[in-house]
């Protein structure tokens, strides 16, 4: 629930209340139940929830792929149920390579789930959140309120909380999570590096029309300046929309975004091809530099950094938000299961934290790997390369077991707890 004073002590601290923050947030208290813990969610926007009729059904409404693992999280922290409505279901992808006969397709009937994963627009994703926020009254959320100051102390950090109508107010927490996105001006100031991999890409992104309907259809085309993908978007006023993510090289970019509209439609039909039939509108177009980003450091005693400012992965992929659900399940857990056991004194220290570290390991490694391998092996045009990539699509077609490997990866099926 939205507070005006800010208590001086808490057991957790969570710095920004989006996509990732404010899921976090929510997914801890759902698996605390009975078990008391202070908990303060800090945010600088004012959290507020827009009724206004509509909101999602603007053309241009960015949106976010959510993993069939990612579901099943969300339904453990009760978040789904208000989610489940406005999402739209991927419930087939198919993966082509452009000027090759190389191709593959994946069924969610295949799989035996109900889709393979889902878009949801990240209005209606936002205002879920927000109004679980605003909803919960077992924590405190501090709205138009920023982290300013971290400092370590014998028994966790000392923060500094600057407010918009308030006074700055100093707070000791044992653990403090960071989830302010990839530009944290906290780990700045904190000194935590970046390791960081460029692609010399650029993402062209913006919801396009169609003349035929995605029928649940996500598409994933590999293309010679990189991977573009296209997911199923709900119709508009009859149109059928797609939201598109173009991969491009910084050379090609300013020239593709330069383009009238009409010779944008050209272009990119000419790369995605006719399989939705003539593309009929495409809306505004922004562009964003592409790389890998990895935190030199995910832990310090009673510091933890959560989504994009742990790891930002290429978008094509679909990996970075699903992965950042799985890190806050587990967090979330390890939190749950030591405070009901009341080993409070642990939260947030270094041996503590390493735990979570530790599970998390292995599927982050395997998810960025995947991200960047299949980012670099579909923007190389190296005749050998490219031979061997479509052979490894006619093999997914062909074999089933390569199909479902794949699938898995792609429905954020690779940690242990969400095997099928």
Not at 189 to 215: M, P, V
Not at 228 to 244: F, I, N, S, T
């Amino acid at each position: 629930m939205l507070i005006d004073i800010i208590k001086p002590e808490y057991d957790v601290v969570i710095a920004g209340g989006g996509l990732v923050g404010g899921s976090f947030a929510l997914m801890l208290q759902a698996m605390l139940g009975e078990t008391s813990l202070r908990i303060l969610l800090v945010d600088n926007t004012s959290l507020c929830v827009d009724n206004t009729d509509d909101v999602s059904r603007i053309f241009d409404a960015r949106s976010t792929a959510l993993s069939w693992g990612s579901r099943k999280i969300y339904e453990q922290a009760d978040i789904w149920s208000n989610l489940a409505p406005h999402v739209t279901a991927i419930r087939n992808i198919h993966v082509s390579d452009k000027g090759h006969m190389g191709a593959t397709s994946l069924h969610s009937t295949e799989m035996d789930v109900d889709a393979l994963g889902y878009v949801a627009e990240n209005s209606i994703l936002n205002k879920v959140i927000s109004s679980g926020l605003r909803g919960n009254t077992q924590l405190d959320v501090s709205a138009g309120s920023s982290v300013n100051e971290v400092k370590p102390v014998p028994c966790g950090v000392s923060l500094r909380i600057d407010r918009d109508n308030a006074e700055s107010c100093t707070v000791n927490s044992r653990l403090i999570v960071i989830a302010d996105g990839g530009r944290s001006s906290i780990c700045e100031k904190l000194g935590i590096g970046i390791k960081r991999k460029t692609y010399d890409q650029q993402a062209l992104i913006c919801n396009i029309a169609f003349e035929k309907s995605h029928d649940g259809y996500a598409f994933e085309r590999f293309t010679d300046t990189g991977p573009m993908a296209v997911l199923p978007l709900p119709d508009l006023k009859g149109e059928h929309r797609g939201a598109l993510v173009w991969t491009l090289t910084e050379a090609e970019a300013p020239a593709i975004m330069a383009l009238a509209d009409s010779e944008f439609l050209a272009a990119l039909q000419r790369r995605f091809g006719y399989r939705l039939g003539q593309i009929t509108r495409a809306g505004e177009r922004q562009l964003f530099p592409l790389s890998l980003n990895l935190a030199a450091e995910q832990i310090r005693p009673g510091i933890v950094l959560l989504g994009n400012v742990a790891h930002t992965l290429h978008p094509v992929a679909g990996q970075g938000l699903n992965l950042a659900l799985r890190d806050a399940r587990e967090l979330a857990d390890l939190i749950a299961t030591t405070a009901e056991a009341g080993q409070y004194a642990q939260i947030g220290a270094y041996s503590w934290l390493q735990q979570y570290e530790k599970r998390q390991q292995a599927d982050q490694q395997q998810t960025v790997m995947f991200s960047d391998l299949t980012t670099r092996l579909f923007s190389n045009t190296n005749p050998l390369l490219a031979l061997g990539r479509n052979m490894g699509l006619l093999g997914m077609e062909l074999l089933p077991p390569a199909r479902h490997w794949f699938a898995r990866q792609a429905m954020g099926m690779t940690d242990r707890r969400t095997r099928i």
